[in-house]
């Protein structure tokens, strides 16, 4: 009766291939670009991680009432937390114009971000070296506004007011208002 054999289910390793090559190239033609966003959220994000210092720095302070600092390398992009010496046994000597000690290591701004300056609420600009901020118990010091920029020249900033407590983001850059 006969030899015919049954053909077996399924692709072919070139018809696969094919069939990939065109899900491949419909991927490269719907999917938008999105490189041209990345430096905008580098920005804001580093902006950010700032703030974020500056509220662990202020929280420490009055939660342990003790003085702590920020310290930041404007022109290098870095920036970390100081404390009282001896709370950890990995700290480094007392430095700095308070003899507090760096809390862990230092932060780096992401690549494209760059600090432009450190403006204390006394109106003392820092646009080059390092600029110390001090953040006491009491939260009466401390408020300064660090400015942003990024290498296509879009700014950011964050502002921070001891006296309120709060550190805010904004997209541009912001001044102190004068009292009334």
């Not at 700032?50 to 662990?56: E, F, M, R, Y």
């Not at 506004?145 to 700014?155: A, L």
Request: glycine share 10%.
């Amino acid at each position: 009766m006969g030899s015919l054999r049954r053909r077996e289910r399924g692709f072919t390793l070139i018809e696969l291939v094919v069939a990939l090559a065109i899900v491949a190239l419909a991927v490269a033609v719907a999917v938008p670009r999105l490189d041209h966003l990345t430096p905008k959220y580098r920005l804001r994000a580093a902006a950010r991680e700032v703030a974020s210092t500056i509220d662990l720095a202020r929280g420490n302070a009055a939660g342990k009432g003790q003085r702590y600092a920020i310290r930041y390398f404007v022109g290098e992009g870095t920036y970390a937390l100081y404390g009282p010496p001896g709370l950890d046994d990995g700290e480094l000597p007392p430095e700095g114009p308070w003899r507090l000690s760096r809390q862990g290591k230092a932060f780096e701004l992401p690549r494209g971000v760059h600090f432009r300056a450190i403006v204390a609420q006394t109106g003392e600009t820092v646009e080059r070296g390092e600029a110390w901020v001090r953040f006491d118990p009491l939260s009466l010091e401390g408020s300064h506004i660090v400015y942003f920029e990024n290498d296509d020249g879009k700014r950011c900033s964050v502002k921070y007011n001891a006296l309120l407590g709060v550190a805010d983001f904004a997209e541009t850059w912001v001044e102190w208002e004068a009292p009334e």
